[in-house]
């Protein structure tokens, strides 16, 4: 059964680093775009960051060059790499890919200020 599992998530301080991991189960990454979202309290979710089969990355501006998405093929892996970090990043952080879409059940990151 496919299935994605997320992790790293934690409290850090303003202007600290987290590296979030997604592990799966069932899904090959290569096979997959895969992507980052998140969701703050009751705020829409909203995309973070994107990493195509064709190699290629997108980020939502809010960004701004903070955030890093990379796949270790060999260890079937996604992670995001987050500096800089900011209280209003503080979201629940959720992997997904597609087609077919596939969601993991989130790992929570509290910014404190």
């Known amino acids: 059964q496919e299935q994605l599992v997320e992790s790293g998530g934690g409290l850090v301080q303003t202007g600290g680093s987290l590296r979030l991991s997604c592990a799966a189960n069932?899904?090959?990454?290569?096979?997959?775009?895969r992507a980052w979202f998140r969701q703050a309290g009751n705020k829409p979710r909203e995309m973070v960051a994107k990493s195509f089969v064709s190699g290629g990355t997108t980020y939502a501006d809010f960004v701004e060059g903070r955030f890093t998405i990379t796949t270790d093929i060999g260890a079937n892996i996604v992670y995001l790499e987050m500096t800089n970090l900011k209280p209003e990043d503080s979201a629940r952080y959720y992997c997904?890919?597609?087609?077919?879409?596939?969601w993991g059940e989130g790992t929570q990151v509290i910014v404190s200020s």
């Open positions: 997904n890919v597609w087609f077919p879409n596939y």
């Open positions: 069932g899904i090959l990454f290569k096979n997959y775009n």
